[in-house]
T-cell receptor, first 112, second 114 residues
Framework: AQRVTQPEKLLSVFKGAPVELKCNYS??????LFWYVQYSRQRLQLLLR??SRESIKGFTADLNKGETSFHLKKPFAQEEDSAMYYC??????????????FGTGTQLKVEL | KAGVTQTPRYLIKTRGQQVTLSCSPI?????VSWYQQTPGQGLQFLFE???????NKGNFPGRFSGRQFSNSRSEMNVSTLELGDSALYLC?????????????FGEGSRLTVL
């Protein structure tokens, strides 16, 4: 069974402080991991995926298979980063299709 | 390029009724997925269609069904509505066959069951 755990419902940080949104997963195969973000009054959208190894809006995430984690990090939080962040997992190439298992989400609030 | 369009945006039904929700994917996208979002359960996968075929199905009762048309537009239907079906139903489309592609979400259809 696939499972994604985001332990924090709300994370509040000050502007300029580092941010780490935690995500742990459970999957027996080789997963593909994603971070999706939903800004206020906007649609849910892809932020980044582990397979691309990219940095988007200053955010990075490294897949740690040993710890089954995919934490999202940013060294300096900006006010515009305030949003709901969802970690998601798919079964990858063997899983087939566009079935994502989402975590329950973490609301990030960046305070001035 | 127009985004994913879902209709209706809001609807109110009573228990026992049925409802049909519609989703128009981004032009050229052949995969359409449906998710149910509730405060208690979060985002849960309902099903996915690709080229008119259901490719994946989540753990929902048979009251939840869907289909996809030749133009990739999709509908989902919920019969014999229950209070617990109140939720935001999100549709997402993707161009790629596999999840290495990006899912583009619609704004959702908010269903309230009284």
């Amino acid at each position: 069974a696939q499972r994604v755990t985001q332990p924090e419902k709300l994370l509040s940080v000050f502007k300029g402080a580092p941010v780490e949104l935690k995500c742990n997963y459970s999957y027996s195969g080789s997963p593909e991991l994603f971070w999706y973000v939903q800004y206020s009054r906007q649609r849910l959208q892809l932020l980044l995926r582990h397979i691309s190894r990219e940095s988007i809006k200053g955010f990075t995430a490294d897949l740690n298979k040993g710890e089954t984690s995919f934490h999202l990090k940013k060294p300096f939080a900006q006010e515009e980063d305030s949003a709901m962040y969802y970690c998601a997992l798919s079964g990858g190439l063997t899983g087939g299709g566009n079935k994502l298992t989402f975590g329950t989400g973490t609301q990030l609030k960046v305070e001035l | 390029k127009a985004g994913v369009t879902q209709t209706p945006r809001y609807l109110i039904k009573t228990r026992g009724q049925q409802v049909t929700l519609s989703c128009s994917p981004i032009s050229g996208h052949r995969s359409v997925s449906w998710y149910q979002q509730t405060p208690g359960q979060g985002l849960q996968f309902l099903f996915e269609y690709f080229s008119e075929t259901q490719r994946n199905k989540g753990n929902f009762p048979g009251r939840f069904s869907g289909r996809q048309f030749s133009n990739s537009r999709s509908e989902m239907n919920v019969s014999t509505l229950e209070l617990g079906d109140s939720a935001l139903y999100l549709c997402a489309s993707s161009f790629r066959d596999r999840v290495t592609g990006e899912l583009f979400f619609g704004e959702g259809s908010r269903l309230t069951v009284l």
